[in-house]
């Protein structure tokens, strides 16, 4: 009898095992988007953040050289 339920033990085991290498994939996945979201907004942000600075920095200069001439 014991090895009757230890062999069951083993497909049970082997079934867990499969699940767990499943998750294990999705988990990863899961990751590997995140990481891509993360560095597309990573790159969103310094655009903006270039932008404004152009703008902020073009703006005054343009206003100055049209009020002077």
Do not use: Y
Request: aromatic share 2%; net charge positive; charged share 30%.
């Amino acid at each position: 009898m014991a090895k009757k339920s230890g062999n069951k033990q083993q497909k049970l085991t082997a079934q867990q095992k499969s699940d767990r290498i499943k998750a294990t994939k999705e988990r990863e996945a899961r990751a590997q988007a995140q990481r891509e979201r993360s560095a597309k907004m990573k790159k969103i942000f310094t655009v903006v953040v270039c932008v404004i600075l152009v703008l902020a920095l073009g703006i005054p200069t343009i206003a100055l050289s049209v009020l002077t001439a």
